[in-house]
């Protein structure tokens, strides 16, 4: 009986050790669902979500404080990412946040330009290079086309352009056919 | 990997007769039109548009300004990264625009193009690319060269050969291979280059073979071409070669595919997305090793190349060594015009090649075969039936892919599917869809699916820059923040001693100051005492005055 006992509590010590020290030596730094779903956003730190960028959109999915269909830049693709990566039923686009539109990036218009600096301070990305009473521009490679420097320009000298389609980044369209696509589709 | 001295055995363990590659379709050939007689030279048209991005990998970029007089063989855009391709004037002339013209490219979306107003007189620059003894140089220096030459795959990727011929640290390339196949029906540039200059083609592939350090180079050829065997045999005969052969392959759509024919000449396969030198060989197109000859022993860098004009809508079909930038109008006119049955323009073949919607489109360094079909030649595709699975695609697929799967998870944009099922392998030779009897467009779904995956693949790219970008300006605020806090709190720890000492120093000047403002006062008074001021005398009665104003104004009230 009191060689049971002992043996029990030995084992149950030893284990609560193996794991204690587990705990500490097999540590996660960080939350890595919140990087997942970070990796599967598009980036664009445009706020459309209701959060200030796309971390904190991760960090309120992660904890069940958002819903999968807030993101309209990253559209039905994203939704569908979120709903594979989470395992929840895809849903369409919260309309109240926008609608998923074409790429565009920002234009400074470059004749009106102040150089107040206001929108290189909106800029997520510092994807506006200037200086104060210098003329601004956009670097378009860097440009996410979030749309928040518009706001903050007191002479409205920004406007946002479609991507330019580049024979380099042109995609072959979905076949044509008589027949209709698969319900899977998504279409 | 394997030390070079391994080289014996390997190549006992080619087989005796070429294997038969799984799949494949028996085609008419139809290369007997284009093949009536030599190589014409085509017209210098009046006006050239030369494409800065005739290759695989980054644009060239134009060293000449518009209004600039140009020779030709004069590079007039240079390569700036290591998978580019430098491009030479066709012809002399004068660069009129450099601007968005139309290009051959299923988008029918316009690229940046060179225009050469030509001046007809076709004065040559010396090009330098001339080599005394190329056969004895450096590997090194015949790949600079040959890059210098801007010469790209003629096959129809048009990937940079220099790249191709750099085999790169421990990979020892045991067997080059000559890609002569030209499977495709209606093409037959290269036969007709094999014929009229097997020199040209035997002293390429040697110059090669000396720069890879191959030991053994085989040209595969189909069966059917007994003229360029021929032709080949006797010229490789006189030189007594023997690390050069001429192998005849069975002739089957498509055993021009590089993979197709390595299996072919060797009964190995190349791994799964992986590249010919991971099996220690290399595979070039045999004009581009005849356009490696034209440069490195005659001075020509690439600036025209062999295409074959054909179809039942050219009136003329024949094979025209055309400059590149010449409008395919020009060289069908060359052909004696369309006939009344044309009914599709394509650039390559009617298997792989892409529909064009004009010929007002320059001739590329890729462009092998403009084909002018009839209706009969390529009909109309049929609308598509559901897919019944009768598997006729797999058997036919040459890549052993499984195309119903494939098609299956394309067109459901099931984009990570459709790569379990090795999506990247598929080479597009249409094959599947030839056969297919409910005439769904397989290769286009392929295509599509390839494209979409490409695409996600930037976007991605393009987001974890943004993510990074964002996450460094999160960081740069609150270090600044965290800095002007240290600067505050700094200021705030030390007013005390450099405070106090200001403080006083300023009380000192604002004194100094109040003391100079009272001196000159006291001088501006005593200066105009004799006016303004009044003397003691004077001011008596005055100051008497006052009170008695006083009560004055208190009676009054």
């Known amino acids: 009986m009191l060689t049971a006992m002992l043996a029990i509590g030995i084992l149950a010590a030893l284990f609560g050790l193996l794991l204690g020290y587990a705990a500490i030596r097999f540590k996660v730094e960080g939350d890595p669902i919140v990087d997942q779903i970070d990796a599967l956003l598009p980036q664009t730190q445009c706020g459309q979500c209701g959060f200030a960028g796309c971390r904190p959109y991760a960090r309120a999915i992660a904890a069940g404080e958002a819903d999968i269909n807030q993101c309209p830049p990253g559209g039905e693709t994203t939704i569908h990412a979120l709903a594979d990566l989470l395992g929840l039923d895809p849903k369409p686009l919260d309309a109240e946040r926008g609608e998923h539109a074409e790429k565009t990036v920002a234009v400074i218009d470059e004749q009106v330009c102040i150089g107040c600096t206001l929108c290189i301070q909106a800029c997520p990305v510092d994807a506006i290079l200037g200086a104060a009473k210098q003329m601004h521009t956009v670097i378009e490679s860097e440009c996410t086309g979030c749309e928040l420097c518009i706001a903050p320009c007191p002479v409205d000298c920004i406007s946002m352009v479609p991507v330019k389609k580049d024979i380099r980044d042109w995609k072959w369209p979905y076949p044509q056919s008589a027949q209709r696509p698969v319900a899977a589709s998504g279409e | ?557």
């Open chain 2, 1 to 557: 990997m394997m030390p070079p001295d391994d080289n014996a055995p390997a190549m006992t363990m080619l087989p005796d007769k070429p294997l038969r590659f799984p799949g494949g379709l028996q085609l008419a050939s139809n290369k007997a039109q284009s093949l009536g007689g030599p190589i014409r030279s085509a017209r210098l048209p009046r006006r050239l548009y030369v494409p800065l991005s005739q290759h695989i990998g980054e644009p060239a970029e134009a060293t000449v300004k518009i209004g600039d007089r140009v020779l030709k063989g004069q590079q007039i855009a240079r390569s700036l990264s290591y998978i580019s391709a430098p491009v030479h004037a066709p012809t002399s002339g004068i660069v009129s625009d450099i601007g968005k013209y139309p290009v051959p490219h299923p988008s029918g979306l316009s690229a940046e193009c060179l225009v050469i107003d030509c001046d007809g007189e076709d004065r040559a620059v010396d090009s330098g690319l001339k080599m005394r003894a190329a056969l004895d140089a450096d590997p090194a220096e015949i790949r600079q060269k040959v890059r210098d030459a801007g010469i790209v795959g003629l096959g129809g990727a048009g990937f940079p050969t220099s790249v191709k011929l750099n085999p790169g640290p421990g990979h020892q390339v045991e067997l080059l291979i000559i890609n002569a196949a030209e499977c495709e029906p209606y093409i037959s540039c290269d036969e007709a280059l094999m014929c009229d200059r097997p020199q040209d083609v035997i002293d390429g592939i040697r110059i090669m073979q000396h720069a890879l350090g191959a030991r053994q180079a085989l040209i595969g050829i189909e069966d059917n071409m007994p003229r360029a065997i021929e032709c080949l045999t006797t010229a490789l005969r006189n030189a007594q070669d023997t690390a050069l052969r001429v192998v005849p392959v069975p002739t089957l759509y498509p055993a021009g595919g590089e993979k197709q024919l390595i299996y072919a000449l060797t009964g190995r396969e190349v791994p799964s997305q992986g590249l010919p030198i991971d099996i220690g060989m290399v595979c070039h197109n045999v004009g581009t090793a005849a356009a490696v000859a034209r440069a490195l022993i005659h001075g020509e860098p690439l600036i025209s190349r062999v295409v074959t004009v054909t179809g039942a809508g050219i009136a003329q079909p024949g094979n025209l060594e055309v400059r590149i930038g010449t409008p395919i109008a020009d060289i069908v006119e060359q052909c004696g015009g369309y006939t009344a049955d044309v009914a599709r323009l394509l650039m390559g073949g009617p298997m792989m090649g892409i529909a064009l919607h004009t010929d007002q489109l320059p001739v590329i360094k890729t462009t092998n075969c403009i084909l002018a079909a009839s209706r009969d030649e390529t009909p109309d595709p049929r609308p598509a039936l559901p897919c019944i699975r009768c598997g006729k695609c797999a058997d036919v697929c040459p890549a052993s892919l499984l195309p119903q799967q494939l098609y299956w998870y394309a067109r459901a944009r099931d984009f990570d599917k459709v790569q379990d099922y090795n999506l990247f392998d598929c080479i597009e030779c249409g094959c599947c869809a030839h056969v297919c009897p409910s005439h769904i467009p397989l290769v286009q779904y392929y295509r599509f699916a390839k494209t979409e995956i490409w695409d996600l693949e930037r976007e991605r790219q393009k987001s974890d820059l943004a993510r990074q970008r964002h996450e460094f300006r999160i960081e740069r605020l609150e270090r600044e923040k965290r800095e002007l806090e240290a600067r505050r709190a700094h200021a705030r720890k030390t007013p005390d001693q450099a405070g106090a000492g200001d403080a006083d120093a300023k009380k000192a000047e604002i004194a100094a100051a109040l003391q100079r403002v009272k001196a000159r006062k006291a001088q501006q008074e005593r200066e105009s005492g004799t006016g303004e001021s009044l003397g003691a005398e004077q001011q008596r009665p005055l100051t008497e005055r006052e009170p008695r104003r006083a009560t004055q104004q208190d009676d009054e009230a």
